[in-house]
């Protein structure tokens, strides 16, 4: 039976690997299907602390591959933070599965009134200018598009082009779709071509927003040009402030940029950049409408599971 159990795990742990490696999808995507595939963890045989270690090890993978994404933080959170831990594996692993099912209806739940709530909000906005991928974002403005039609600007989203998936999903919803490089998104909002930008949010605290690379010049040029710079978020991606700090000094590969410099030119590649609240014209987390100053209120007071704190701490995480 112990020998099963190994082969079943090592699947799942190859399974959680692959996924891990996923750099092109939304955050919210990426959770739940992080969810999914932690809610068919398979039972250790051994008992419940060896369920648990194992669980923690998948965790680490999802972590350490999408280390800014507070949902993922959050899902970690959702599945060990059970207590007491139950004894026997297949315990453990019932209560894991509830865990995540239950985060992915909450998430799922989340998305839609932050989607309803942010699709108001934009009110007669006809012209919205976004940037990268996000699920919430998508379905804020198919909801605002179901009410009248709008056009939406999108950037490439250098140096993965998510953008084009972003563009691609929003024409197939027959909404007026003009793509344009990340560098001429400050141009647009000078020329008046956008009423409002809406982005998402990979993660969120005190400090700011995370989100794709790029968003902090958007926002500031939003401030200058006199355009609102919306955020739209869910619940699960609050973050300590700690963590999202740590999470975005780390760099992704070079050769996603330029596959092949000469050797006298480092390459430095962040995927994230953090956009301070005070930029934020107004953040819709989970149906609510807040203002900067009242989300970073908020998001001072919040904590993870002394089980999350503590894998943190093992990553390098200073909280």
Same mark, same amino acid.
């Given at each position: 039976m112990a020998r099963k159990t190994k082969v079943s795990f090592a699947k799942f742990e190859n399974e959680v690997r692959k996924f891990a490696k996923d750099h092109r999808s939304g955050a919210t995507s990426i959770a739940l299907s992080a969810a999914r595939i932690l809610?068919?963890?398979?039972?250790?045989?051994?008992?419940?602390?060896?369920?648990?270690?194992?669980?923690?090890?998948?965790?680490?993978? &999802?972590?350490?591959?999408?280390?800014?994404?507070?949902?993922?933080?959050?899902?970690?959170?959702?599945?060990?933070?059970?207590?007491?831990?139950?004894?026997?594996?297949?315990?453990?692993?019932?209560?894991?599965?509830?865990?995540?099912?239950?985060?992915?209806?909450? &998430?799922?739940?989340?998305?839609?009134?932050?989607a309803d709530t942010a699709s108001e909000l934009l009110g007669r906005s006809k012209k919205i200018l976004t940037h990268s991928?996000?699920?919430?974002?998508?379905?804020?403005? &198919?909801?605002?598009?179901?009410?009248?039609?709008?056009?939406?600007?999108?950037?490439?989203?250098?140096?993965?082009?998510?953008?084009?998936?972003?563009?691609?999903?929003?024409?197939?919803?027959?909404i007026g779709v003009t793509f344009i490089p990340d560098a001429v998104a400050g141009a647009v909002l000078v020329e008046g071509r956008a009423e409002a930008v809406l982005v998402g949010s990979d993660s969120i605290s005190e400090g700011g927003v995370a989100n794709k690379a790029g968003t902090w010049l958007l926002a500031m040029a939003a401030k200058a040009t006199g355009v609102p710079f919306h955020v739209v978020s869910t619940h699960a991606a609050r973050l300590p402030l700690a963590i999202q700090e740590k999470s975005l000094q780390l760099a992704r590969p070079g050769k996603e940029v330029w596959s092949a410099p000469p050797r006298s030119v480092d390459i430095l590649n962040r995927a994230f950049d953090r956009t301070p609240l005070d930029l934020v014209t107004l953040v819709v987390m989970g149906g609510r409408v807040l203002s900067g100053e009242r989300a970073q209120t908020e998001l001072r007071a919040f904590k993870f599971s002394p089980s999350v704190d503590q894998l943190a701490r093992a990553r390098g995480f200073d909280i």
């Open positions: 809610a068919h963890m398979p039972a250790d045989e051994e008992g419940g602390v060896m369920h648990k270690r194992k669980l923690e090890k998948a965790c680490t993978i &999802l972590l350490d591959g999408h280390p800014v994404i507070a949902a993922l933080w959050n899902l970690t959170d959702a599945v060990l933070g059970i207590n007491p831990w139950p004894a026997t594996g297949t315990m453990a692993r019932s209560l894991v599965r509830e865990g995540a099912r239950s985060f992915i209806r909450g &998430l799922q739940d989340d998305l839609s009134s932050t991928v996000s699920q919430t974002v998508r379905q804020t403005l &198919l909801a605002r598009h179901r009410r009248s039609p709008i056009e939406v600007i999108c950037t490439e989203s250098r140096p993965m082009f998510e953008g084009r998936e972003m563009a691609r999903a929003l024409a197939r919803a027959g």
